[in-house]
């Protein structure tokens, strides 16, 4: 690295990634981003060089929902920053703080279509916090500071940094201290004691409470206060699926998640209380189906960070904006034990009345108890990490959950393709965890290049595919809805007479083991052979497509239409 006062602009970029504390950077090099890589050469940041660019944008998605801090990742013009376009977007639907260098064209040849230019800026505009287009090397320091400020603060999200040719290769002093300066930017919001005093006066009240707790009790890592709150209040505890971990499903006030294939109780709690406590949740489709059916009884009480959230979905009774977890500090200090005791009786019931379960076929290699069998063999301690589908759900639903960052998931956008490069970010970040990626068939294929990435960087995660040889959830849905009349779902190839394509022999090709399962009673020694390989190793799980993933809430249709065989 250049350590005279005049700098090259790529020199300069990485020395502000450097000191934004940036250690691990998926990057993908092109023509108007090799400077970049040039000077990334002589940096302290580890370049992980992913086989696509999407699944660099999804490993630093994961790595940023491993810890919290925002991922970073790299790729040059054109296509290489279209490329991104997809885990951009899955950033912003699930508030995960990212912060994209790309490069561009010379800025004297901006709009003049020329090789590889696209207006990056222009097309990321409806899915990021906020974007910068360098056009003077000297404003590096200032943009990349902001950049990640905006990244991690307040509502957390997205944020693009352009950088043309000529800015990387401009040579110019510059002050890498410089002062943050937002003219319309708020991130911290203070609430009054007037609102906590209201909001205590409608625990008091409610004979019916419930907490719906979302991804923002994670990302304010409010955990322990909401844990807190809940036992001292006495009060149950459903989350979103991107809050899953932020309260512990051991605890016997957990209801689990709720929605469109959440569990009855927590559905049936959500919807029958009289004072619902919505702490960093949206009240997205798949929760509420259509708002105004649901938790029709209920006071609403909505807590969130982001403004524009309260009274978006739901009309709130009372809103507040504010941090999750400075309210619930306040609301600890002095708590309100309520004894609830029919109201616990009544989830109780539904809890015996309606779990979570299966019809077990001999033999079978069901979905649902290879999940079982996991938690069970990894002591309920890895970090799970699914593609979308019916085996994200079953991950969800048949792993038990009981910290923080413990299931990363594609929530907003559902995004194929998610599960092995996000994966891959949270095993770089969280080296001391066991990192699995549960993926189907389908979602597997869409990034399955990133094997020869888990080799080439020696990244340690385990693969386990539920493998049905179906794009399974719109499968299920055909079932459902259709007449399970198949439209382009089926997967396997009838002119080969065996599940399709080998997933075993395509990752041995990438050096990576990998064993197949058919039968039930394989799975326990697959999985230890698994979980004792040393390396990246590949499981696939043969299921066979006969499950749907229950309950399930049909689209447009409110908790009681919910299914359960």
């Given at each position: 690295?250049?350590?005279?006062?005049?700098?090259?602009?790529?020199?300069?970029?990485?020395?502000?990634?450097?000191?934004?504390?940036?250690?691990?950077?998926?990057?993908?090099?092109?023509?108007?981003?090799?400077?970049?890589?040039?000077?990334?050469?002589?940096?302290?940041?580890?370049?992980i060089?992913?086989?696509?660019?999407?699944?660099?944008?999804?490993?630093?998605?994961?790595?940023?929902?491993?810890?919290?801090?925002?991922?970073?990742?790299?790729?040059?013009?054109?296509?290489?920053?279209?490329?991104?376009?997809?885990?951009?977007?899955?950033?912003?639907?699930?508030?995960?703080?990212?912060?994209?260098?790309?490069?561009?064209?010379?800025?004297?040849?901006?709009?003049?279509?020329?090789?590889?230019?696209?207006?990056?800026?222009?097309?990321?505009?409806?899915?990021?916090?906020?974007?910068?287009?360098?056009?003077?090397?000297?404003?590096?320091?200032?943009?990349?500071?902001?950049?990640?400020?905006?990244?991690?603060?307040?509502?957390?999200?997205?944020?693009?940094?352009?950088?043309?040719?000529?800015?990387?290769?401009?040579?110019?002093?510059v002050?890498?201290?410089?002062?943050?300066?937002?003219?319309?930017?708020?991130?911290?919001?203070?609430?009054?004691?007037?609102?906590?005093?209201?909001?205590?006066?409608?625990?008091?009240?409610?004979?019916?409470?419930?907490?719906?707790?979302g991804?923002?009790?994670?990302?304010?890592?409010?955990?322990?206060?909401?844990?807190?709150?809940?036992?001292?209040?006495?009060?149950?505890?459903t989350?979103?699926l991107?809050?899953?971990?932020?309260?512990?499903?051991?605890?016997?006030?957990?209801?689990k998640?709720?929605?469109?294939?959440?569990?009855?109780?927590?559905?049936?709690?959500?919807?029958?209380?009289?004072?619902?406590?919505a702490?960093?949740?949206?009240?997205?489709?798949?929760?509420?189906?259509?708002?105004?059916?649901?938790?029709?009884?209920?006071?609403?009480?909505?807590?969130?960070?982001?403004?524009?959230?309260?009274?978006?979905?739901?009309?709130?009774?009372?809103?507040?904006?504010?941090?999750?977890?400075?309210?619930?500090?306040?609301?600890?200090?002095e708590?309100?034990?309520?004894?609830y005791?029919?109201?616990?009786?009544?989830?109780?019931?539904?809890?015996?009345?309606f779990?979570?379960?299966?019809?077990e076929?001999?033999?079978?290699?069901?979905?649902?108890?290879?999940?079982?069998?996991?938690?069970?063999?990894?002591?309920?301690?890895?970090?799970?990490?699914?593609?979308v589908?019916?085996?994200?759900?079953?991950?969800?639903?048949?792993?038990?959950?009981?910290?923080?960052?413990?299931?990363?998931?594609?929530?907003?956008?559902?995004?194929?393709?998610?599960?092995?490069?996000?994966?891959?970010?949270?095993?770089?970040?969280?080296?001391?965890?066991?990192?699995?990626?549960?993926?189907?068939?389908?979602?597997?294929?869409?990034?399955?290049?990133?094997?020869?990435?888990?080799?080439?960087?020696?990244?340690?995660?385990?693969?386990?595919?539920?493998?049905?040889?179906?794009?399974?959830?719109?499968?299920?849905?055909?079932?459902?809805?259709?007449?399970?009349?198949?439209?382009?779902?089926?997967?396997?190839?009838?002119?080969?007479?065996?599940?399709?394509?080998?997933?075993?022999?395509?990752?041995?090709?990438?050096?990576?083991?990998?064993?197949?399962?058919?039968?039930?009673?394989?799975?326990?020694?697959?999985?230890?052979?698994?979980?004792e390989?040393?390396?990246?190793?590949?499981?696939?799980?043969?299921?066979?497509?006969?499950?749907?993933?229950?309950?399930?809430?049909?689209?447009?249709?409110?908790?009681?239409?919910?299914?359960?065989?």
């Amino acid at each position: 690295m250049n350590n005279n006062k005049a700098m090259k602009g790529s020199d300069i970029t990485i020395k502000c990634l450097e000191n934004e504390g940036v250690e691990t950077l998926f990057a993908y090099p092109g023509g108007f981003s090799l400077e970049l890589h040039q000077s990334l050469q002589d940096s302290s940041i580890r370049v992980i060089l992913p086989r696509h660019e999407q699944g660099g944008a999804f490993a630093a998605c994961g790595y940023a929902r491993a810890t919290g801090k925002a991922g970073a990742c790299m790729a040059t013009s054109g296509p290489g920053a279209t490329n991104l376009l997809t885990g951009i977007a899955d950033a912003y639907m699930d508030s995960i703080p990212l912060v994209c260098v790309t490069g561009q064209v010379p800025s004297t040849m901006i709009g003049k279509n020329v090789f590889q230019e696209t207006d990056i800026i222009g097309m990321t505009r409806p899915i990021i916090k906020h974007s910068y287009l360098v056009l003077k090397a000297q404003d590096l320091p200032r943009i990349i500071k902001e950049a990640f400020h905006l990244a991690v603060s307040g509502r957390p999200g997205p944020v693009i940094v352009d950088i043309p040719k000529n800015v990387q290769q401009e040579i110019c002093e510059v002050d890498f201290n410089p002062k943050l300066e937002f003219n319309a930017y708020k991130s911290h919001f203070d609430f009054t004691k007037d609102e906590i005093t209201k909001l205590k006066k409608m625990i008091s009240a409610s004979k019916r409470p419930c907490i719906y707790a979302g991804g923002g009790i994670i990302t304010a890592e409010a955990s322990d206060e909401l844990r807190k709150f809940a036992e001292s209040y006495n009060i149950p505890v459903t989350t979103t699926l991107m809050g899953v971990g932020c309260f512990p499903e051991d605890n016997p006030l957990s209801l689990k998640w709720l929605g469109m294939h959440g569990t009855v109780y927590a559905n049936n709690a959500a919807n029958e209380s009289d004072l619902l406590l919505a702490f960093g949740a949206r009240f997205d489709d798949r929760v509420t189906g259509d708002p105004k059916t649901f938790a029709v009884g209920a006071k609403i009480v909505h807590v969130d960070i982001d403004r524009s959230e309260i009274n978006k979905n739901k009309p709130a009774d009372l809103g507040i904006v504010a941090d999750i977890k400075e309210v619930l500090h306040e609301l600890n200090k002095e708590p309100i034990h309520q004894d609830y005791s029919a109201w616990h009786e009544q989830i109780n019931d539904w809890k015996e009345e309606f779990p979570l379960m299966y019809k077990e076929k001999l033999g079978s290699v069901q979905p649902q108890y290879v999940m079982e069998k996991l938690c069970e063999m990894t002591n309920g301690e890895a970090i799970i990490v699914p593609g979308v589908g019916q085996h994200q759900m079953w991950a969800a639903q048949y792993y038990n959950y009981t910290f923080p960052r413990q299931l990363l998931t594609s929530g907003g956008l559902g995004s194929m393709g998610f599960g092995l490069p996000a994966a891959m970010g949270a095993k770089v970040a969280r080296p001391d965890k066991l990192v699995i990626n549960i993926d189907g068939d389908g979602s597997f294929q869409m990034n399955i290049q990133e094997l020869g990435t888990l080799h080439a960087e020696q990244i340690n995660i385990k693969m386990i595919i539920l493998n049905n040889q179906h794009l399974g959830m719109v499968a299920q849905w055909e079932d459902r809805f259709y007449n399970s009349k198949r439209g382009n779902t089926v997967m396997k190839n009838e002119r080969v007479d065996r599940p399709y394509p080998d997933f075993v022999t395509i990752a041995s090709g990438y050096a990576i083991p990998g064993r197949e399962v058919y039968k039930r009673e394989d799975l326990e020694s697959a999985i230890k052979e698994m979980l004792e390989t040393e390396g990246p190793y590949i499981l696939d799980i043969h299921t066979g497509y006969e499950e749907h993933v229950l309950p399930m809430i049909p689209p447009g249709k409110d908790y009681k239409a919910i299914i359960n065989e």
